[in-house]
T-cell receptor, first 111, second 113 residues
């Protein structure tokens, strides 16, 4: 059965810290891996990764995919209180359409 | 450019009633996806629709749940004879094509009393 596992499930850090969120997956016929940030409402899109070893960056956030070891990491440097959210990892199988989500990592950044 | 719209944002129903959840995709998007998020759980895929067609309903419960995406108007997720276990947040996403990113709406939080 296709599966996505995120770790840790929750994390508390202080402003300025760097965090690394993990996502491992077992999916038949992988197409892409996506990261979303979910605050109180809609999950907002962060990154889509399809190729191994190519880092994607957006400001203080970056992510990379390892298709051999079947995992991805999401890094956030110099964290701010506004980064507090649940970070969702999802994998899209090759036939497209549905996303398979992990449980999410709840990040809390304290001032 | 408005994002994905969902309404209502909150819906309260008593056991046995019907719930209708609406989703208007982003402009130019013809692919719609519904997901359910139970308390303390991740998002679970329910159904994928393209205008007037159900493409993948592998995540839909076999009974009481149905979805449509008519030629005109929003996509509708319909839950008949709701039970307490249906209480959850229901999210809709849309994409321009199968290969492009899915963008999510704010969700409808259904509470069944």
């Amino acid at each position: 059965e296709d599966k996505v596992v995120q770790s840790p499930l929750s994390l508390v850090v202080h402003e300025g810290d760097t965090v690394t969120l993990n996502c491992s997956y077992e999916v038949t016929n992988f197409r892409s891996l996506l990261w979303y940030k979910q605050e109180k409402k809609a999950p907002t899109f962060l990154f889509m990764l399809t190729s191994s070893g190519i880092e994607k960056k957006s400001g203080r956030l970056s992510s990379i995919l390892d298709k051999k070891e079947l995992f991805s990491i999401l890094n956030i440097t110099a964290t701010q209180t506004g980064d507090s959210a649940v970070y969702l990892c999802a994998v899209e199988p090759n036939q497209g359409g549905k996303l398979i989500f992990g449980q999410g990592t709840e990040l809390s950044v304290k001032p | 450019n408005a994002g994905v719209m969902q309404n209502p944002r909150h819906l309260v129903r008593r056991r046995g009633q019907e719930a209708r959840l609406r989703c208007s995709p982003m402009k130019g998007h013809s692919h719609v996806y519904w997901y359910r998020q139970l308390p303390e759980e991740g998002l679970k895929f329910m159904v994928y629709l393209q205008k007037e067609n159900i493409i993948d309903e592998s995540g839909m419960p076999k009974e009481r749940f149905s979805a449509e995406f008519p030629k005109e108007g929003p996509s509708i997720l319909r839950i008949q004879q709701v039970v307490r276990g249906d209480s959850a947040a229901y999210f809709c996403a849309s994409s321009r094509s199968l290969e492009e990113t899915q963008y999510f709406g704010p969700g409808t939080r259904l509470l069944v009393l």
